[in-house]
């Protein structure tokens, strides 16, 4: 499939592509397309005695609200996703942490990006000072594991959205 760039951006491109539908007819799919590597992580960081998750919200501007979320981050060029969640983790919160798991990169939107996110899980072993980068407003929250998905519903009383990595993270947990 040749892919068309239709605009160039900071950190996306919106591209569009031909593709065959079932029918057999050419038609165009537009998508947003990340800059750089092109892939994220997704950290599950864990505290123990009791066990909680740690979470982050934040302003994100497409929303135009504040979202709760797994810490994130982008892989950069030559990083692990191992490392970034290391990273990324102790940016935005402060906490330090040791990689227990490592899951396969999956589609984030696959309708419209194609952007892959790697879940990445942490226990957290220490923790520093957060230092996010300039632009990022982020808040710390270590939420308990048991009833995680009733907590997400109480911190998001206010409007703020849930992000769908951690709401099915929490849905999972409920059976």
Not at 97 to 107: A, S
Request: charged share 30%.
């Amino acid at each position: 499939m040749k892919r068309k760039r239709l605009f160039e951006g900071k950190w996306l491109d919106l591209m569009s592509v031909e593709h065959r539908d079932s029918e057999g007819f050419e038609k165009p799919w537009e998508f947003a397309s990340r800059t750089g590597m092109g892939s994220a992580v997704a950290v599950v960081a864990r505290l123990k005695a009791p066990d909680r998750v740690v979470l982050v919200r934040q302003w994100r501007p497409p929303m135009n609200a504040l979202t709760l979320e797994l810490p994130a981050g982008l892989v950069e060029e030559g990083d692990t996703p191992e490392a970034t969640a290391l990273r990324e983790l102790e940016e935005e919160t402060g906490f330090t942490g040791r990689v227990t798991r490592v899951g396969p990169q999956v589609c984030s939107s696959p309708g419209m990006t194609d952007e892959t996110v790697g879940w990445v899980e942490v226990e957290v072993t220490g923790q520093t000072a957060p230092h996010p980068e300039a632009d990022e407003q982020i808040q710390t929250i270590v939420a308990p594991i048991e009833g995680l998905l009733d907590e997400i519903g109480r911190l998001c009383a206010d409007g703020t959205r849930v992000e769908g990595k951690l709401y099915g993270f929490a849905r999972g947990l409920e059976g």
